[in-house]
């Protein structure tokens, strides 16, 4: 058997790769430098990990977050992998200790962040443990053209210029064309060998629903889903902590997450959620890159991200396991407001702003679009979809009705015109919708003739969008982008044109199809278990096992060890440490439903 094959079995418990995974791995064993985009789920982490076992000595894992190295930490010696971190949580005594079992050779992963990475002393230290393999999580994060720059990557050049012997891999589960260049240039990769995985999430489904009085929609859903673990993401502090207390009140399991709360807390709720000790965590985009739990079912935003890439990212958080995972937006362009404020108290540089304000742009175009969001999310990431319909998100789960929306366009256009082609989409939208607000009244457009035309504010957004995406009027771009009228607006007013319009869809949120047929009753024992194991262990549910797992001992009611290894995720290690008891539960379930041996897999 191949190398690779063997530890992949042994130490993982899987027989086969994911996509991309085998190839990517093969070009780190040959030495080379490698770049690699793959979705959240695609088994980023294995791609480096593997290599580490293959090479020997050791591998040294650059990452953001403290909790995200704990998680990965946990899982790799849940494999019997000897793993470490280095980081700001720890003693000088427990240091030290770790720098000496490096130095012995007695760690084969070790995960630090990047201000540790560049420090001399600890270069020097890895030079002297035979450091075989360097990994860069999160390596958007060196752009400045990316979505969460973060300027100490940009120093992360040192590991290449310190080590030009040892292969690099870059891993990021988002970035557009222009990221992954500057990525494979601010790190100094050797003509790397790129990766590009699809961005397509086949088991996630998407829905943007408006926000006007959203509460009531989020309890309904919750209340459908009360086994499910989930995020909530908001956009400030303030609304983590009230929505949590709200959901509270209403019975609902649910915990704040920011950076202003003490170090402490943050961790500790962090903690209840990877257990499973709180179904639900409200949070802001600070709760992101450190979330390494499998069996999120739903991501839910309560206000608009400010980019594509944030709300990609986010909402990957979802069905890791790759079981079914919904992902919800709740939308009001109101919310553009806030996005522009953040953006300009959080950069000075003009290129930075224009990038900024262009990504905010295209978050409204994804909330906007009349067609499929799906097709949408993977053309913003250089990706075809070969379909018109994904049968997985809102505007693609009922059949798309188009009517003659020439007189709708035609009060477009007008109101374009009348207000002097000076404004943006969403104040035409107000005027369109008959808005009485202080800055309509100043301007004198509540006397025009489209004022107050005959649908709501957000469906008059949809038709401007649709008639933008279909060319009956433009849009300038920039930071405050202006609708003007073009040729085929004329022709649209002389009706030369016939406008088709997306008929405006009832507001609601649908649930997911149910998941696939297995004993739900040994399901939940099994959870049961694996929770009081975890807690025993002290580490979270997912590094015993994921529910995948956990849904084929569920189907196949495996009788023995062997039996056990055949099932996903179950290493060797993780046999010999958990297996004894999983297997008793699965066989006083089999006795109590008299479930016979006929039907267990031996």
Not at 233 to 259: I, M, N, R, V, W
């Amino acid at each position: 058997m191949d190398v690779k094959y063997h530890y992949l079995e042994k130490y993982f418990g899987y027989t086969s790769f994911l996509p991309h995974q085998e190839a990517i791995v093969d070009a780190v064993l040959a030495g080379r430098d490698v770049l690699a985009v793959m979705a959240t789920g695609g088994g980023k982490s294995l791609c480096y990990q593997l290599p580490a076992l293959v090479f020997g000595g050791l591998t040294v894992v650059v990452s953001p977050l403290i909790a995200l190295m704990k998680d990965q930490v946990d899982g790799l010696r849940a494999n019997g992998i000897p793993a470490a971190t280095i980081n700001s949580s720890l003693g000088r005594g427990e240091q030290k200790i770790i720098e000496r079992v490096i130095l012995e050779g007695r760690i084969r992963v070790l995960y630090v962040s990047p201000e540790r990475a560049v420090q001399p002393f600890f270069r020097s230290l890895i030079a002297k443990a035979d450091v075989r393999l360097i990994a860069i999580d999160e390596a958007h994060c060196i752009s400045m053209w990316g979505h969460n720059f973060r300027p100490e990557y940009r120093r992360l050049r040192v590991l290449k210029e310190r080590f030009p012997a040892v292969p690099i891999i870059a891993l990021t589960a988002t970035a557009i064309p222009a990221v992954q260049d500057d990525i494979a240039v601010q790190l100094a990769l050797s003509n790397p060998a790129r990766f590009i995985g699809s961005f397509n999430r086949k088991n996630l489904t998407y829905r943007v629903v408006p926000k006007a009085r959203y509460f009531p929609r989020l309890v309904a859903y919750l209340a459908e889903h009360p086994n499910d673990a989930g995020i909530i993401y908001c956009f400030s502090q303030k609304a983590t902590e009230d929505l949590a207390e709200k959901l509270q009140k209403k019975g609902f399991p649910a915990l704040p997450y920011h950076a202003g709360l003490p170090d402490a807390v943050r961790t500790e709720h962090q903690e209840a959620f990877s257990r499973g000790d709180a179904a639900i965590i409200c949070a802001t985009v600070a709760f992101g890159m450190g979330i390494d739990k499998p069996d999120v079912r739903f991501v839910i935003h309560t206000d608009l991200p400010k980019d594509i890439e944030s709300y990609y990212q986010e909402t990957g958080r979802a069905g890791r396991d790759g079981e079914p995972g919904d992902c919800i937006l709740f939308y009001s362009r109101g919310d553009y407001g806030a996005i522009r404020y953040l953006i300009e108290k959080e950069s000075t540089d003009a290129t930075q702003k224009d990038i900024a304000y262009r990504k905010a742009g295209a978050m409204l175009d994804y909330c906007e679009t009349p067609g499929c969001r799906r097709k949408f999310l993977l053309a913003y990431f250089g990706e075809a979809y070969p379909d018109e319909r994904c049968g997985a998100c809102d505007r693609c789960e009922t059949p798309v009705k188009v009517f003659d929306g020439t007189e709708a366009a035609s009060a477009v256009i007008a109101c374009i015109r009348e207000t002097g082609e000076r404004f943006g989409a969403s104040y035409v939208a107000d005027v369109l919708a008959g808005s009485t607000s202080a800055r309509v009244r100043e301007n004198g457009h509540g006397r025009l003739a489209a004022h107050g035309f005959g649908y709501t504010r957000d469906q008059w957004l949809l038709f401007i969008q649709e008639m933008v995406g279909k060319g009956f009027i433009a849009s300038t771009g920039g930071r405050y982008p202006v609708l003007v009228s073009n040729g085929r607006s004329r022709e649209v007013l002389a009706g030369a044109l016939v406008v088709p319009l997306t008929e405006p869809r009832p507001e609601g949120v649908v649930a997911s199809e149910p998941a696939d047929d297995y004993d739900e009753a040994l399901f939940l024992r099994l959870r049961r278990l694996r929770k009081v194991v975890a807690d025993l262990d002290r580490v979270p549910p997912f590094v015993v096992f994921h529910d995948r797992s956990l849904k084929e001992m569920a189907t196949f009611y495996p009788a023995t060890g062997v039996a056990l290894l055949r099932i996903y995720g179950v290493s060797e290690g993780k046999l010999q440490r958990y297996g004894r008891r999983f297997l008793d539960a699965i066989d006083r379930h089999c006795a109590e439903q008299g479930i016979g041996p006929e039907r267990r897999s031996g």
